[in-house]
């Protein structure tokens, strides 16, 4: 227990006034995220770097034979180097030489053709919902009251929860919860992805004047509402899109799903020459809500609003003109060989059988965990030159004078402090790698820990936290919105960098890595337009 005291933090609540008339408090004890920088796993540092070496043998190799043929050529004079050149040129024939054109014109071909094509993001859309399905916090309370399926004590308990939650007044929800009958119908399902599903795409296809029949791949992902048919199927049917496409619906993977659904059309853009790829992320709001009383349960009824993304992927080199953004770096992190990780955030029914989300008391540490692995790893493929050179003398040095100065600990109490140094790791800045940063707006105490183990500042912070005050947690589309929110900004210049995190069930954490290609402007259709000027000055009312 001892070991956990850190993770802890204490909150005095002050509850009223009591029946006898006094002032009455209680502690509150949460949870914090682990300091994961303070605590890296070095197995995950070397597989950053074996993803750097794949490529680094050119950064090893290139300099040498620059430095041989300058120190050769250098050494002659201009009338020395003619003469050089043309007296071997007359020592071969004409097959030698063509010969060794095909070759060297062969090897060039092949080393072309093995990279990996470049993957453009052309424009994404993010859907706004209309304002008949704006509420305020009270006013979710009170549809939750119509309904007539809770009691005061979940009510109030919902009402706490949003209080602290880091969600504003003006998030969009479904009118059915509202309703006494039952939300979790295929139909109302049907009936919301269509709303926001086609909403974005709309946006999307008029936005880059794609006609929907040139998209070769089509992603989507939504976590818990899967019919059949597919989503994608949906999507395919409503706007005829062309019979061979290549068409994938994934399920039940959470609210980082929207990376892997990058993921796996980046993969698919790179076996599929001139292909445009789309990517749609949504999750239903109606379809997931939570009848029943079970706390641990009420907990996703309160975050998640109605939400949805999509974007455009190209791999054709003549798009780079168009495009705002090229991807860089995906790096993904599984947990779910972990039974805590694989059960933080369990989908199951309650005593009354009703379905619902439950989320872990361990799921706090389990995303620490989770996070510090990822971001381990993508280090080493983001950070400056300066950077890698701190960290990974860091990391020889304790590798070499660790182990030895920790036997020497063991039999000097006190210790000393070239001990403490071996012993302790260098962390990196990674506000050096990264200009803007996308974290997934999953509550305000979640962003706070980051801030807090990641040492930005409120100006790193402000599209997340500006995100879950205007829409609240829209699972895997959120990190869409503060995409959205930083162009509305006109905040990305050209070669920028934006870094995406997102994490969810199973568990997972997956990271995205965008450079910017142009100066992106203010857009015109953009769901920030209207009350982009109001923020951050919301953040802090």
Same mark, same amino acid.
């Given at each position: 227990?001892?070991?956990?005291?850190?993770?802890?933090?204490?909150?005095?609540?002050?509850?009223?006034?009591?029946?006898?008339?006094?002032?009455?408090?209680?502690?509150?004890?949460?949870?914090?995220?682990?300091?994961?920088?303070?605590?890296?796993?070095?197995?995950?540092?070397?597989?950053?770097?074996?993803?750097?070496?794949?490529?680094?043998?050119?950064?090893?190799?290139?300099?040498?034979?620059?430095?041989?043929?300058?120190?050769?050529?250098?050494?002659?004079?201009?009338?020395?180097?003619?003469?050089?050149?043309?007296?071997?040129?007359?020592?071969?024939?004409?097959?030698?030489?063509?010969?060794?054109?095909?070759?060297?014109?062969?090897?060039?071909? &092949?080393?072309? #053709?093995?990279?990996?094509?470049? +993957?453009?993001? *052309? !424009?994404? =859309?993010?859907?706004?919902?209309?304002?008949?399905?704006?509420?305020?916090?009270?006013?979710?309370?009170?549809?939750?009251?119509?309904?007539?399926?809770?009691?005061?004590?979940?009510?109030?308990?919902?009402?706490?929860?949003?209080?602290?939650?880091?969600?504003?007044?003006?998030?969009?929800?479904?009118?059915?919860?509202?309703?006494?009958?039952?939300?979790?119908?295929?139909?109302?399902?049907?009936?919301?992805?269509?709303?926001?599903?086609?909403?974005?795409?709309?946006?999307?296809?008029?936005?880059?004047?794609?006609?929907?029949?040139?998209?070769?791949?089509?992603?989507?992902?939504?976590?818990?509402?899967?019919?059949?048919?597919?989503?994608?199927?949906?999507?395919?049917?409503?706007?005829?899109?062309?019979?061979?496409?290549?068409?994938?619906? &994934?399920?039940? #993977?959470?609210?980082?799903?929207? +990376?892997?659904? *990058? !993921?796996? =059309?980046?993969?698919?853009?790179?076996?599929?020459?001139?292909?445009?790829?789309?990517?749609?992320?949504?999750?239903?709001?109606?379809?997931?809500?939570?009848?029943?009383?079970?706390?641990?349960?009420?907990?996703?009824?309160?975050?998640?609003?109605?939400?949805?993304?999509?974007?455009?992927?190209?791999?054709?080199?003549?798009?780079?003109?168009?495009?705002?953004?090229?991807?860089?770096?995906?790096?993904?992190?599984?947990?779910?060989?972990?039974?805590?990780?694989?059960?933080?955030?369990?989908?199951?029914?309650?005593?009354?059988?009703?379905?619902?989300?439950?989320?872990?008391?361990?799921?706090?540490?389990?995303?620490?965990?989770?996070?510090?692995?990822?971001?381990?790893?993508?280090?080493?493929?983001?950070?400056?030159?300066?950077?890698?050179?701190?960290?990974?003398?860091?990391?020889?040095?304790?590798?070499?004078?660790?182990?030895?100065?920790?036997?020497?600990?063991?039999?000097?109490?006190?210790?000393?402090?070239?001990?403490?140094?071996?012993?302790?790791?260098?962390?990196?800045?990674?506000?050096?790698?990264?200009?803007?940063?996308?974290?997934?707006?999953?509550?305000?105490?979640?962003?706070?820990?980051?801030?807090?183990?990641?040492?930005?500042?409120?100006?790193?912070?402000?599209?997340?936290?500006?995100?879950?005050?205007?829409?609240?947690?829209?699972?895997?589309?959120?990190?869409?919105?503060?995409?959205?929110?930083?162009?509305?900004?006109?905040?990305?210049?050209?070669?920028?960098?934006?870094?995406?995190?997102?994490?969810?069930?199973?568990?997972?954490?997956?990271?995205?890595?965008?450079?910017?290609?142009?100066?992106?402007?203010?857009?015109?259709?953009?769901?920030?337009?209207?009350?982009?000027?109001?923020?951050?000055?919301?953040?802090?009312?």
């Amino acid at each position: 227990m001892a070991r956990e005291e850190h993770l802890l933090s204490t909150e005095i609540v002050n509850r009223g006034i009591s029946d006898g008339g006094s002032q009455t408090f209680s502690v509150r004890v949460r949870r914090r995220l682990p300091d994961f920088l303070q605590s890296v796993n070095l197995k995950y540092v070397k597989l950053g770097y074996h993803y750097l070496i794949n490529h680094g043998i050119y950064l090893a190799t290139v300099p040498v034979l620059v430095l041989v043929f300058s120190a050769e050529v250098g050494s002659l004079s201009r009338e020395e180097l003619w003469r050089k050149v043309w007296d071997n040129a007359a020592c071969y024939d004409l097959a030698t030489v063509l010969s060794f054109v095909a070759l060297f014109v062969f090897t060039l071909s &092949l080393y072309i #053709m093995s990279k990996p094509r470049p +993957i453009y993001l *052309l !424009d994404f =859309a993010c859907y706004k919902p209309s304002d008949d399905l704006k509420v305020t916090k009270e006013q979710f309370i009170e549809l939750a009251r119509k309904s007539g399926k809770f009691d005061e004590p979940s009510l109030e308990f919902q009402k706490r929860i949003l209080e602290s939650s880091g969600i504003g007044d003006e998030t969009y929800v479904p009118k059915v919860i509202g309703s006494s009958e039952n939300t979790a119908t295929m139909k109302e399902g049907r009936a919301e992805a269509s709303m926001v599903m086609f909403g974005a795409l709309n946006e999307l296809f008029e936005k880059t004047k794609i006609r929907p029949k040139d998209v070769g791949i089509l992603v989507v992902n939504c976590s818990i509402f899967n019919p059949t048919p597919s989503l994608s199927a949906m999507i395919i049917n409503h706007y005829k899109m062309r019979g061979n496409i290549l068409s994938f619906n &994934l399920g039940g #993977m959470g609210c980082s799903a929207g +990376i892997i659904a *990058l !993921d796996l =059309a980046r993969d698919m853009l790179q076996a599929n020459p001139n292909s445009y790829a789309v990517v749609v992320s949504a999750e239903m709001v109606g379809f997931n809500w939570y009848p029943g009383k079970e706390r641990s349960m009420l907990i996703p009824n309160c975050f998640f609003r109605m939400g949805c993304s999509a974007l455009l992927l190209s791999n054709r080199r003549r798009d780079y003109r168009r495009a705002k953004y090229s991807l860089e770096h995906i790096v993904r992190t599984h947990k779910a060989s972990n039974d805590r990780a694989f059960r933080c955030i369990y989908q199951e029914e309650d005593s009354q059988r009703y379905k619902g989300l439950r989320i872990s008391k361990d799921l706090v540490e389990v995303g620490g965990d989770a996070l510090k692995t990822n971001i381990t790893t993508l280090g080493p493929l983001v950070l400056p030159l300066s950077e890698q050179l701190f960290f990974f003398g860091n990391l020889v040095w304790r590798h070499l004078f660790g182990n030895k100065n920790n036997n020497n600990n063991n039999n000097n109490a006190k210790g000393n402090s070239t001990s403490q140094l071996a012993n302790k790791p260098y962390i990196p800045d990674y506000k050096l790698a990264f200009e803007h940063f996308c974290f997934y707006a999953a509550s305000k105490t979640v962003l706070d820990e980051l801030q807090r183990n990641l040492e930005l500042s409120e100006n790193n912070m402000e599209a997340s936290r500006a995100t879950l005050h205007r829409f609240g947690n829209t699972s895997s589309s959120s990190i869409w919105y503060e995409l959205a929110y930083l162009e509305a900004k006109e905040k990305i210049t050209r070669g920028d960098r934006v870094w995406q995190i997102a994490f969810g069930s199973g568990f997972k954490c997956n990271s995205a890595v965008w450079k910017a290609i142009r100066r992106v402007k203010k857009p015109s259709t953009n769901p920030w337009i209207d009350c982009v000027d109001m923020y951050p000055q919301s953040l802090t009312q």
